[in-house]
């Protein structure tokens, strides 16, 4: 039906009951429709729908399975030469470490049902509780929600960790969904990403170490490591340049992990009551804030300290 015979059908059916009825609110009522009717019709319903609609069905279903952990995971895009032509720190640049965890904090902050995030070098994960509604669950939005929140922020906030060094381009970063239908499921997810800090973070301090301290190219401190264990990553680093591995920062080891924590806080308020003078008087309330941690997560230690972040799983 188009547009100009549903008005032909409101106007001989529907509108002449609909004055009687307004007849019988009195004068309040015929004003109140008076003024609404002014406005030109339309139809809402009708406008919604059109011939090109089909295209609709041509969308795929991605609504994230019930009962699962939603794991989005970014991963920096070329970021081997976003950090050259940026002069990052080697091995470890503890400014874009410190970005990286802000742009997450931030992530963290806008969508609460995020229960957990865990990030190491240019990657960062967020685990969205099992319960969670956001977007209806579809892969699609939470992803894409992530990542835009996440590298805006790492532009927003760049000055205050690189001060007045230019950004000389936007970052890109990619992002996957994966679920995860039980906690060792999950746990051993992020235990696995934990790890992977820890061989990248040894490999590449020992790396860095040859050519800043010994001298060599980075051909031939490829060669010098190829074939190595993490035993003789560790002799080298000690045995030729007194480094020991584990007084190295938490922060490049292990990684950055944020949950949510409650924290009580003090402030002070003005308060008058009768026949008193107005005074000040402390009012201590709690609230959730992000935390961020620097320590392991493969053993039983974290989670024991901190039950609230899984669910149960009956």
């Known amino acids: 039906m188009g547009r100009d015979e549903d008005k032909t059908v409101w106007e001989e059916f529907f509108l002449p009951g609909l004055w ?63 950090a050259e032509q940026h002069h990052f720190t080697k091995p470890n640049d503890d400014r874009a470490l410190g970005l990286m965890s802000k742009s997450a904090h931030s992530v963290m902050e806008g969508l609460e049902d995020i229960t957990i995030a865990y990030g190491q070098s240019d990657e960062f994960s967020f685990v969205f509780k099992r319960t969670t509604t956001w977007f209806k669950r579809r892969a699609s939005k939470l992803m894409t929600h992530v990542a835009s929140q996440f590298s805006s922020s790492y532009v927003f906030y760049w000055k205050e960790f690189f001060g007045e060094q230019p950004l000389l381009y936007p970052p890109g970063f990619d992002g996957r969904v994966v679920l995860y239908p039980t906690n060792r499921n999950l746990r051993d997810y992020l235990s696995w990403r934990q790890a992977d800090c820890h061989i990248n973070n040894l490999y590449n301090t020992a790396f860095w170490t040859l050519i800043q301290k010994g ?52 402030v002070s308020k003005r308060i008058k009551r009768p026949n008193e003078e107005e005074k000040q008087v402390p009012v201590t309330r709690s609230r959730r804030k992000v935390e961020a941690y620097h320590c392991d997560i493969i053993g039983d230690q974290f989670w024991e300290e901190h039950p609230d972040v899984l669910e149960n799983d009956t």
């Open 215 to 266: 001298g060599l190219t980075t051909t031939q401190a490829e060669d010098r490591l190829k074939g190595t264990l993490a035993s003789d990553k560790n002799e080298i680093l000690f045995s030729e340049f007194d480094i020991n591995y584990n007084n190295e920062s938490a922060l490049h080891r292990k990684g950055t992990t944020l949950i949510w924590e409650k924290r009580d806080e003090t």
């Open 20 to 82: 009687m009825l307004i007849e019988r609110l009195g004068a309040a009522g015929r004003s109140c429709f008076e003024a609404a009717s002014l406005r030109p019709f339309s139809s809402s319903s009708a406008m919604a729908k059109s011939k090109f609609e089909y295209v609709r069905s041509f969308e795929t279903d991605d609504t994230c399975l019930r009962n699962c952990y939603i794991v989005v995971r970014l991963d920096g895009r070329n970021f081997h030469k976003f």
